[in-house]
């Protein structure tokens, strides 16, 4: 498959977004945090930074960019077309609330936006799956594609928001980073296991991501055990940071078993 790394960039950062909305209404929900802390007016501009840059990879993939508008005249037949138009109206919802957070709006138009922000979340985390689930290709086409996708959205999303939420609520962001990892160990596990089936030539890469979940595992329960703020901030990032190299090692990988059946 040609230009598959602007693949990769769109499809980990938008799920990286997604898993950022759900985390953070579930939180505010939940009544873990409330919707005027730093962290959630924060997180609006991440969401939107990921979302703007997931969509310049996605033009990378066309063979002729300015053709682009023609993929959304299908929309009630066509997984591509609806995936466009959940990613275009996630997007004009992140800004607009990005923008809410720098210049005052009307209260009718900032109240519903969480709400319309989760459901274009999903309807994009869906739609994303059902381009991919393909019955000319094997490798993806079965339950372990929402599987991964549905895992990448919550640990790439909880990482980010553990970072966001770290010097606000430092007990909420390590339950953040515990619930990521234990994410990651569940997506690891499943890529460990088909990468190892029938496909020894695949070890490298297996080791590469159980490297990176145990580097995540580590710093989570070495954070836990430190009292040193300025440390213990040190190690989320890392584990952060392990989190989403492994995330996206694993949709290479995905991406790689387009042209090898290797998942």
Do not use: C
Request: proline share 4%.
């Amino acid at each position: 498959m040609k230009n598959y790394f602007s693949l990769v960039l769109f499809t980990y950062l938008s799920q990286a977004a997604i898993g950022m909305v759900f985390v953070r209404e579930f939180l505010i929900i939940s009544g873990n945090i409330s919707r005027g802390s730093r962290s959630v007016l924060n997180s609006y501009h991440i969401i939107s930074l990921l979302l703007i840059i997931s969509l310049l990879a996605a033009f990378f993939h066309l063979g002729r960019p300015q053709n682009a508008i023609h993929a959304v005249r299908n929309i009630t037949s066509s997984p591509l077309s609806m995936e466009i138009a959940s990613m275009s109206m996630l997007i004009f919802f992140a800004l607009l609330g990005s923008i809410s957070m720098i210049y005052s709006m009307p209260r009718f138009v900032t109240t519903p936006l969480p709400s319309l922000m989760v459901i274009a979340s999903f309807l994009l985390l869906v739609t994303m799956t059902m381009v991919y689930l393909l019955p000319a290709v094997p490798a993806w086409n079965r339950p372990f594609t929402p599987l991964v996708f549905t895992f990448t959205a919550l640990s790439a999303g909880t990482a980010i928001m553990s970072l966001l939420m770290f010097h606000h609520d430092t007990a909420i962001s390590l339950r953040l980073i515990a619930i990521s990892s234990l994410a990651l160990l569940i997506m690891a596990v499943a890529y460990i296991t088909r990468l190892s089936w029938g496909e020894p030539r695949l070890l490298g890469i297996t080791l590469i991501i159980s490297l990176l979940t145990v580097v995540a595992l580590t710093a989570f329960i070495l954070t836990v055990r430190s009292s040193d703020m300025n440390k213990s901030f040190r190690l989320v990032v890392i584990s952060a940071v392990a989190i989403i190299s492994s995330g996206l090692i694993a949709r290479i990988v995905f991406f790689l078993s387009y042209d090898n059946t290797v998942l």
